[in-house]
């Protein structure tokens, strides 16, 4: 089945780095991923919706100046987590859709678990 | 604004009877819904769809059915088994949307008790 591949599974940075969480699709190509974030003992949320070759779109709320996003080719998405807070340690997820049929699934990767100190 | 609510944080059922996990919607737009399980530390892994033409789909042990006009839905697993321990998710989503992508619930924690 469709495969999406997230790197690294989890990452531990000191407060006012920047962290890039990398989310690939490995048999077959995504114009569009999906960043999402889950609290604990919470949903996904969706951040941002991720556009190869265009700039992303963000979902209210979410800084897009502090989640840079860049889908610079169709099988590869990058998240980097600016100037990281405390705040932001999180789970972070993203998703894909290998099929353009209209009620084709998303597919996951195993996620980022961020802890920033 | 929570477009898809699912009530039940958690469930405890014996194995070998029948879970059933239960969801809400409000927006109705959403023609497509969808069922995640998810366990600790990893991504969601699909588990069965349904589209707003249907009031039912079954795929082994698992059967998701759809009430439009309550906008509801349910996850029936029967025979309940040990490994299907997880939270399980349910997704909306609008099909003719740009973007297509998900709204998710808030997930219920089964258990399924040997």
């Known amino acids: 089945g469709a495969v999406v591949s997230q790197h690294p599974s989890w990452v531990i940075c000191k407060s006012g780095t920047s962290v890039k969480i990398e989310c690939r699709s490995l048999?077959?190509?995504?114009?569009?991923m999906f960043w999402y974030r889950q609290f604990p003992k919470q949903s996904l949320m969706l951040m941002a919706t991720?556009?190869?070759?265009?700039?992303?779109?963000?979902e209210q709320g979410v800084e897009k100046d502090k989640f840079l996003i860049n889908h610079a080719s169709l099988t590869l998405s990058t998240l980097t987590v600016t100037s990281a807070h405390p705040e932001d340690s999180s789970f972070y997820i993203c998703?894909?859709?290998?099929?353009?049929?209209?009620?084709?699934?998303?597919?996951f990767g195993n996620g980022t678990r961020l802890t920033v100190t | 604004d929570q477009q898809v609510k699912q009530n039940s944080p958690s469930l405890s059922v014996q194995e070998g009877r029948i879970s059933i996990l239960n969801c809400d919607y409000t927006?109705?737009?959403?023609?497509?819904f969808l069922w995640y399980k998810k366990y600790p530390a990893e991504g969601p892994t699909f588990l069965i769809s349904?589209?707003?033409?249907?009031d039912k789909n079954e795929d082994g042990r698992f059967t998701v059915f759809l009430n439009k006009s309550a906008k509801h839905l349910s996850l029936h697993i029967v025979p309940s088994q040990p490994g299907d321990s997880a939270v399980y998710f349910c997704?909306?989503?609008?099909?003719?949307?740009?973007?297509?992508?998900?709204?998710f619930g808030s997930g219920t924690q089964l258990t399924v008790l040997p």
């Open positions: 997704a909306a989503g609008i099909s003719s949307g740009s973007a297509r992508q998900l709204t």
């Open positions: 349904i589209s707003s033409i249907k």
């Open positions: 991720s556009n190869e070759g265009s700039k992303a779109t963000y």
């Open positions: 998703s894909a859709r290998p099929g353009q049929a209209a009620y084709s699934p998303l597919h």
């Open positions: 048999d077959f190509q995504a114009t569009t």
């Open positions: 927006n109705s737009m959403f023609d497509y």
